[in-house]
């Protein structure tokens, strides 16, 4: 059995690390009907050295060790992990390429630091059924989630939350504001 879920595990990974892609598992006709991704977050680049992966197959040095500053990365504005909205494609829950490196330091970040938690807050716009939205939310939230478990993260670490169309990035009924409020943010107790 531990030889079935590892290779489930590898081949998962496998599939992430080389850019496969799926539409999702949530479609629904009356769901977020809008074309665009938001489009001025673009690559994070993440950056090598005190936030970055560190050593070669993205080990998880370089955040420091023990309890002593725990935190300061994620105070710090111009640190990598101040990068914390990952936006989606209307009906979706694909994370886009341009945000994995987002949630790869986050992740680095959680697995290096095992007491630290975040919770992974899913958001829709407001197309659709409340009902629809909050699974599309929750999906999403989850997607992000599967990303950061692969690289290490425990489940006790990740929270994920859903609210739907309830918590809007900003008001307002046309595309621009949509596309801002389909997303996942991710959060730190206390910061």
Known sequence: MKLIKSLLTLLVLSLVLNG???KGGVTEEEGEGANDAYGSGGKSGAKVGKYGRGGAGGGRGGYGSGGAGLGGELDDPSSPLAKRVIYF???SDEVMPEYKSVISTHANYLAAHPDQT?????HADER???EYNIALS????K???RMMNLQGVSDSQVQVVSFGEEKPSVSGHDESAWQQ???VEISYPGH
Do not use: D, F, I, P
């Open 20 to 22: 496969c892609s799926s």
């Open 89 to 91: 494609m209307y009906n």
């Open 118 to 122: 975040a919770t992974l807050e899913g």
């Open 128 to 130: 659709g059924s409340s």
């Open 138 to 141: 929750e999906q999403r939230a």
């Open 143 to 145: 997607s992000v989630a």
């Open 181 to 183: 409020n389909r997303r």
